[in-house]
């Protein structure tokens, strides 16, 4: 990895919490006449390299949106494949990160028959494996989707009323942050996308009411960790307020 200028940065003023929405792993491919696989697989460098960025950054949280609950109605091959690809980056991967004291968490329906077991079992088997580093937490958005979380939040609330433990009149804007997957999980600060789309595609609705948002005009497989550090300051120049005058 070249060497990264984090000359710019804040080191104290860096963002709880980075989400990344790779996006352009298809056009990336279908530029250079290749399928859209090879995208795919082109992006995971870039994935592992945004990892590095993070850490040089000094984040610790970092999350990646890498199968969305919309993205099963994409061709057959091309899920099979993401879903294979999944299990096959978290078994060459996840030494490396355990070793660089990354812990490894997931957000999603992971239960979701169509999700194959195998991989299921690999998703379970990283979490334990990496579940006691703190140096950075690096969260894969994995059959995710931001409206299924809320519902899935809201479905457990539902069940506290139905036992009598709480009260309709009771719930709070906290009692839905308590149930989604990480409750612990800070809002995101900053919200990355390649590929030049300016949308949300239903990443972390429920905690991106006050995110930054940044979208670069690259495709997925060309981002690096520099790119994540700039990102970073980019973010430290803006002015939140957070509905402050
Ligand atoms: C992002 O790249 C990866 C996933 C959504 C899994 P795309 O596959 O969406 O690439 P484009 O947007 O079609 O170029
Ligand atoms: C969002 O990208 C989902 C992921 C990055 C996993 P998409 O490529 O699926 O989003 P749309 O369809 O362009 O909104
Ligand atoms: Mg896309």
Redesign the pocket.
């Given at each position: 990895m070249p060497d990264l200028d984090t000359s710019q940065l804040d080191l104290d003023d860096v963002p709880s919490h980075v989400g990344l929405?790779?996006?352009g792993n298809?056009r990336w491919a279908e530029a250079r006449g290749l399928p859209r696989t090879a995208g795919h697989m082109a992006g995971e460098e870039a994935l592992f390299d945004a990892v590095d960025g993070a850490l040089a950054a000094g984040l610790k949280w970092l999350s990646a949106?890498?199968?969305?609950t919309?993205?099963w109605s994409r061709d057959e091959e091309e899920v099979e494949f993401l879903m294979w690809f999944n299990e096959d980056i978290l078994l060459r991967r996840r030494d490396g990160l355990n070793e660089k004291g990354v812990r490894i968490r997931f957000i999603g329906d992971l239960r979701d028959p169509r999700v194959p077991e195998r991989n299921r079992i690999h998703m379970a088997e990283t979490e334990k494996l990496t579940k006691t580093n703190d140096r950075l937490t690096f969260v894969f958005?994995f059959n995710?989707g931001g409206r299924m979380e809320v519902a899935r939040s809201v479905r457990k609330i539902a069940g506290q009323v139905a036992t009598g433990a709480l009260q309709p009149d009771d719930i709070t804007i906290d009692d839905i942050a308590a149930h989604l997957y990480i409750p612990e999980m800070p809002d995101p600060d900053l919200i990355v996308r390649t590929s030049g789309?300016q949308?949300l595609?239903?990443?972390l609705l429920w905690g991106s009411a006050y995110a930054e948002f940044l979208f670069v005009e690259k495709h997925w497989p060309d981002f690096r960790a520099q790119d994540l550090i700039d990102a970073v300051v980019e973010y430290q120049a803006r002015g939140r307020r957070f509905g402050t005058a």
């Open positions: 929405i790779l996006d298809g949106y890498t199968f969305s919309e993205n958005a995710y789309e949308r595609s239903n990443f």
